[in-house]
């Protein structure tokens, strides 16, 4: 069957990159490649519900990591046989575009769209958590430690900030001391343990383009579990060299496993759930699992 060429541009003015290209562009070059896109503005994220309504075939998403995610928690709370119509294509205008990037989907913008042509969709799993505090969904990951607590003294709402970064590196590092919990892969039991780095990966990399899992692949339907165990951990320069270097797996210290479910004691450490961080009060356990194939995703016959 033909794929429709109905498509919606949702672009964010906001996004880190987006000076590389106007809407106006963007919406010629779909319309080159075959599409009959409808740009819709939108200032903030309380406008992409309105900007959603009556979309049909191709949502084209022109932003970063957090564009994208506001775009797909709209699309998951609709019900199954209305998300499975609509493919969602990306197109990386923001910092550090995690999501894009483990979909090979990098370049420039125009560039990236060119290499839609013909584009088919893939199954892209998306990670559910449930814990004390509530149900959330992610995209990129989700997980306790060093990283979550960077994340929560940075305050990831005030907008990005290398200052503030180092700052909030700075407040949280010599005071770290995690607590020990209980973890659970699929049904197999861990002996408790404290973790320097706990993430649940679905993308390769989450955050700053911090790449905990070289080979994270949102299409197979499992979610990657990352750890490093408090008492193996390896001095800071160790793991900023490798995250440089795309070689973190390889470090001694770090395990991973390929996971469906995974369950971690509450003891009220923080948690960050792609660029948000949630907490609450101690008791229960964070559950976290993947949903294989909740979105369809464009992804490009070549690479741009
Ligand atoms: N459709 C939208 N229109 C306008 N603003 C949006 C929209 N979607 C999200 N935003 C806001 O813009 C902020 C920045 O967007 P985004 O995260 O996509 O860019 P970025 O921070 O440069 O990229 P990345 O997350 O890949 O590093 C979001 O956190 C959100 O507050």
Known sequence: MAQSTEATLIYNAKAGTSERASPDHLVEELAAIGYRPIYRATAS?????????????????????????????????????????LRVGVIPMGTANNVARTLGVLGDPLEVIRAYAGAQAVP????????????????????????????A???PDEGKSVL??????????PGFAPPTVSLTLDGRAFPDDAYT????????ATGPTLRFSTHADPTEGTLDVIRVAHSDRESMLAYLTSLLTDTFE???????????????????????????????????????????????????????
């Open 124 to 151: 892209f799993d998306v990670g559910r958590v449930r814990g004390p505090w509530g149900q959330d969904l992610f995209l990129e990951a989700c997980g306790c430690g060093l990283f979550a607590d960077v994340m």
């Open 153 to 155: 003294e940075y305050g």
């Open 197 to 204: 780095i706990l993430e649940v990966m679905n993308t390769s």
């Open 250 to 304: 390889d470090r001694p210290s770090v395990q991973s496993h390929d996971a469906r479910v995974t369950e971690i004691s509450y003891v009220g450490q923080i948690f960050h759930v792609d660029g948000e961080t949630r907490q609450a009060a101690p008791g229960g356990r964070v559950s976290i699992e993947a949903w294989p194939g909740a979105l369809q995703m464009l992804r490009p016959q070549r690479q741009p």
């Open 45 to 85: 994220p309380d406008d992409i519900a309105q900007a959603l309504e009556g979309a049909r075939g191709t949502l084209f998403v022109a932003g970063g990591d957090g564009t994208l995610r506001a775009v797909a928690l709209h699309l998951l709370a609709r019900p199954e046989e209305e998300r499975a119509a």
């Open 164 to 173: 503030r970064a180092v700052q909030a590196m700075i407040r949280a590092m």
